[in-house]
């Protein structure tokens, strides 16, 4: 079953700019609708939505988290279990993956990393689809120094 937005919904379009499938419609100030054919249940509008007007598709109310602040997760690669399966990229509805290859053309490889950090929708299809476990999200807040670094790409990290 897909989000839904609720009476709460005051019309602001926020749900409607971030979804990845672009599934919602509404015009502004009145109630925004979710297309429950084409919604792929990634949670975005529900943790956008400044009025808490989105219910999961278990009926619960979404708990907002503010974007701009250091609580929004991102996903986090550990290289060393990454098989460079590009699942996770194919898995990602806002495209924010990339892939980045190692200049050692003897052992050349190929790493996933967070390309558009502000295009994540912290959906978590990376971490669930990657057959190895080498995805976790983490916010920004609760990461290491070293942690914090390895967001600009698996070179900054020391792979």
């Known amino acids: 079953m897909a989000y839904r937005i609720t009476d709460r919904c005051v019309g602001c379009g926020m749900c409607r700019k971030i979804c990845p499938v672009d ?19 990634c949670g975005a509008c529900g943790r956008i939505c400044p009025h808490n007007a989105v219910l999961d598709r278990l009926g619960r109310p979404c708990e907002r988290i503010r974007r701009r602040t250091l609580h929004w997760e991102k ?10 399966c590009r699942v996770c990229i194919d898995a990602c509805p806002a495209a924010c993956l990339a892939v980045i290859y190692t200049q050692d053309l003897q052992n050349k490889a190929a ?12 959906c978590r299809f990376c971490m669930v689809e ?16 070293d942690e914090k670094k390895a967001l600009d790409g698996p070179f900054a990290s020391g792979v």
């Not at 996903?75 to 460079?84: Q, T």
């Not at 790493?111 to 912290?122: K, M, Q, R």
């Open 130 to 145: 990657c057959p190895v476990d080498a995805i976790h999200m983490k916010a920004e807040a609760d990461m290491s120094d």
């Open 75 to 84: 996903p986090l690669f550990d290289y060393a279990l990454c098989m460079s």
């Open 111 to 122: 790493y996933p990393y967070l390309s558009t950090p502000s295009d994540c929708v912290a």
């Open 23 to 41: 599934c919602i419609a509404g015009e502004p100030r009145k109630r925004h609708k979710v297309a429950s054919d084409r919604c792929i249940d």
